[in-house]
């Protein structure tokens, strides 16, 4: 009797025992971080971003600042038929080349140029107004890439979650088949129970090994693609914490969504004032100093210098303009039609997902109901275990049973962090 009541001790035991675990954990919130350092469009975006900040100084030199160069020119232009003088200031009326008017045979030169666009404000301000608007489109993206990472790697975690629990639940159930094995074995020597009853434990605990093992090899391939999604290759991690992310409930018209096609309306706008710039008169101051000399001899008195405004201003086109602003208003007309399409789906998609989550919380309001009732049921089992008012099969048998239940309420709640995790992408 002794030895029935150590065995009876040591089945109790065995809830404990099982659920006490030592693995290496990481959390969602670390995966995420380390996927958005390795994500290949993050890496890009962040270059455009410094490029187009770059591109600012850029448009403002080149559009305000002076510009200095030098310039160096050699034309040699030579006469025929002037009695043998190839290069002269006074051909013979015979001579052939070109008028002495236009080169005064040749020409000669070496100058230091300075010129510098004014009273371009405006244009200026519209060309910076576009390259800030690329800059904020390309914030919006490296958000929108953050937010599909976001919702694409919750999705695969709760995924890797939910074959966890089944493999773990398998590895509880195996553990306590396995003792159940060998109390079985031992009660059969002493003649409480039939041979027959250990061949068929030994048959379940046979089965249950191998579902064990299919379900830690399924766990083990989908872990790995989690981590490698995330640029990980930590192999010391074999287990990952239970996620359940935050209810975003806000309630407001104005979605993250929505911004690309505001954008896309704004940057026709100025895509058409940038076009229009060219129209405007275009006023640009010079100077030069050096050497300028049409003439060989005397050239070394030819250095001087001169200044002057050219004024440039577009009286027709083509037609261009118009075209141009019909173009633009057409991008516009389809940014306003994709940004309704869009809030419309958005709209939907929330109220069906918000109707999904609340449904599934009544599920799981009534299942830790029951698993509260589980709860006092095997206390109710321990206590008539010890007093040997209830035979260990039962008893095993409802320990199974319990954590089946179990699971099945982990399985929800991960089915409900889903729903959660669509709501909240939607609801950006």
Known sequence: MNRISAIVFFIT??????????YAQTTFSELFEQAKKNSPDMVILEASRNYLLLETSKIKAENTSPKTFISSEVLFAPYFNNNGKIISTDPKKAAIGYDIGVTNGGLYAL?????MPVLNHKQVSNLLEQNNLEIAKTDTRIKTVAIELKHSLSLQYLDVLTSQAEYQSLQENLHLLKQQLEIIKTLTDHGLYRYVDFRLIQTACMTDSINFENAKSTYQLKLDQLLASSGISDTEITEIAFYEPRFNNKNTDTSFFLQPYTQDSLSAVIQERVFENQYKPQVKIYANTGLNSTSIPHWGNHVGMSAGIQLTYTLFDGKQKQINRKQQLILMQQATKEKKIKQFELQKQKISYSN???????????????????????????????????G??????????FNQNKLSLVNHKIERSKLIVEYNYWNN
């Not at 100058?111 to 010129?115: C, D, I, K, M």
């Not at 709860?375 to 089992?381: G, M, Q, V, W």
């Not at 260990?392 to 049973?401: A, K």
């Open 13 to 22: 035991t065995i809830p404990i025992l099982v659920g006490s675990r030592l």
């Open 111 to 115: 100058l230091l140029n300075t010129e």
């Open 356 to 390: 999904a989550i609340q449904a599934v919380n009544k599920s799981i309001e009534k299942e830790e109901k029951l698993q509260n009732e589980y709860n006092d049921i095997l206390a109710i089992f321990n206590k008539e275990l010890q007093n040997g008012q209830i």
């Open 392 to 401: 260990i099969i039962d008893y095993l048998n409802f320990i199974q049973q």
